[in-house]
T-cell receptor
Framework: EADIYQTPRYLVIGTGKKITLECSQT?????MYWYQQDPGMELHLIHY???????EKGDLSSESTVSRIRTEHFPLTLESARPSHTSQYLC?????????????FGSGTQLSVL | AQKITQTQPGMFVQEKEAVTLDCTYD???????LFWYKQPSSGEMIFLIY??????QNATEGRYSLNFQKARKSANLVISASQLGDSAMYFC??????????FGTGTSLTVIP
């Protein structure tokens, strides 16, 4: 089984603060993803990476940025948090391609911006 | 357009009974994969079962089976002998060629003792 870790689990922060959500995986997976999840809504892809130094924006417009300097690490940064950023953020990884690609997810970070 | 539809926001089932969670999908791509994930209150999404569009037989994984009806574009999850630990959100998802996964809005399952 893949091991993928997200920290912090919960974060409450004031408007305007800079935050970084951490995501690490120990399986050596090349592909990593960030999803945003709101109650009663489908997951929306906000960023993905196919390897070191490769990052792309997903289908949901996001003011966040990501980096992929090491295979195992895919942090997400918000330069200036706003209440509209309040959401659950899920990180995932995969070592497969094509329609049979299976995602392995972390436990998520629940972000609340006051 | 690619889309996953889950029409049951919430479901209840008696412990030890079977339950079916509905999922319909829409794609014009002939090659696709269908997935079910479970999300307990702890937050992580757990992979349950996968069905490929060219698979002839319905997928099964322990107490989980996927009722794949290609002509109707449905991929319902059947959980047999429900347990209290099955109480969670369940998400249907689809992957077509390319990079994008499509998720449904989820079904909240509550198992009643």
């Amino acid at each position: 089984e893949a091991d993928i870790y997200q920290t912090p689990r919960y974060l409450v922060i004031g408007t305007g603060k800079k935050i970084t959500l951490e995501c690490s995986q120990t399986m050596g997976h090349d592909k990593m993803y960030w999803y945003q999840q709101d109650p009663g809504m489908e997951l929306h892809l906000i960023h993905y990476s196919y390897g070191v130094n490769s990052t792309e924006k997903g289908d949901l417009s996001s003011e966040s940025t990501v980096s992929r300097i090491r295979t195992e690490h895919f942090p997400l940064t918000l330069e200036s948090a706003r209440p509209s950023h309040t959401s659950q953020y899920l990180c995932a990884s995969s070592d497969q391609t094509g329609p049979g690609e299976k995602l392995f997810f972390g436990s998520g970070t629940q972000l609340s911006v006051l | 357009a690619q889309k996953i539809t889950q029409t049951q926001p919430g479901m209840f089932v008696q412990e030890k009974e079977a339950v079916t969670l509905d999922c319909t999908y829409d794609t014009s791509d002939p090659s696709y994969g269908l997935f079910w994930y479970k999300q307990p209150s702890s937050g992580e999404m757990i992979f349950l079962i996968y069905q490929g569009s060219y698979d002839q037989q319905n997928a099964t994984e322990g107490r989980y089976s996927l009722n794949f009806q290609k002509a109707r574009k449905s991929a319902n999850l059947v959980i047999s002998a429900s347990q209290l630990g099955d109480s969670a959100m369940y998400f249907c998802a689809m992957k077509v060629t390319g990079n994008q996964f499509y998720f449904g809005t989820g079904t909240s399952l509550t198992v009643i003792p």
